[in-house]
């Protein structure tokens, strides 16, 4: 893949990791919240949302790898992400104000940090709980506009070893050393161990295009950070992200090309930002009255969905759109 043509088999797998999030709190993360007695196998389901975000880093930092510029690629990726964000957050304050939502409902002050992006760095609430994901990717994003400075491979190397040396200093550090704020602060600003998975997608963006020396040492190093930094098994959902996104890369599984399929893929950012806390919301105040079953879970999963493809088209896609025209047309400039 060159980048410029968007291939559809990783759309898909896309869509498949952002329906596994979706799923988890509809069906698993909601009944731990509000113990409607679903039956389902909840710590299952939190496994399979957990590999969902795992595959959404690794493909994170397989595109991040293909990108170029320094801090333009940082400024075109979070100005990208806060037109729908904000919208969500938005949303999600203003009717919980009016409709709360036990235990998931913030102050003003809180919302204020949350437009910025800020509140995930200084330890304060989300409006909606799902979004510590951006919080993380943010970081690796900030990381990859300094590694972008360089596009020698070499360098770029260096200078990767040296974020997976300082994530990994700042992961033991927060182990050992809980109290110290600083320490947090700088650990969420290098994607709070999670630069591992990113890193993961460099390593497959290297192998398609066959610089086997770089591709073994940063994927030593992305396993060496995930095993300091999380369980043993995050090690595996990384290996296994990295399996699926290089086949998908390479378009070995036609039927991930599957255009619906790859349309809520494309979508999968906004879908992500807007579904949980509304979701929910829709669940809780809908179960008042009709009593909750796995049907309301159903519906509300295909009203998110729905929701999330609309916003995309008439909202992210034609704001990302310009906003990619603006930045190159200063940096031409």
Known sequence: ?????????????KAAAVLLVVLFHFFGRYDEIYHVGTGLPVPLMRKLGEFGVTVFFVVSGYFMALDKGGLRFALKKILRLWPVYML??????????YFPLPGRTVTLNDYILNIPFINGFINK?????????????????LIYSLVNLTRDIKARTAAIVFFAALSAALGYC?????????????????GSGHFAAVLSGEVVCRIVKKQYIPAALMWALAMALCLLCF??????????SQLLLWIAAMGY???????????IGEASYSIFVLHQNLGFLIIYYAS????????????????????????????????????NKIINKAAAH
């Open 1 to 13: 893949m060159t980048g410029k043509k968007r291939n559809l088999q990783i759309d898909g797998l």
């Open 88 to 97: 969500g957050i938005s949303a999600c304050f203003l009717l919980t104000r």
């Open 231 to 240: 369980p043993k098994i995050e090690a595996v959902k990384i290996l296994v």
């Open 125 to 141: 609430p989300y409006v909606d709980g799902a979004h510590w994901y951006i919080t993380d990717l943010i970081g690796c994003i």
């Open 288 to 323: 008042q009255t009709l009593g909750y079953s796995l049907w309301l879970s159903v519906t509300v999963t295909v009203i998110m969905i729905s929701v999330g493809l609309s916003v995309f088209v008439l909202i992210e896609k034609p704001i990302g759109l310009l906003t």
């Open 253 to 263: 599984v036609k039927p991930l090309g599957f255009k619906p399929i790859c349309k």
């Open 174 to 190: 927060v182990g050992h050393y809980e109290g110290y704020k600083i320490i947090m602060i700088l650990y969420k600003l290098v």
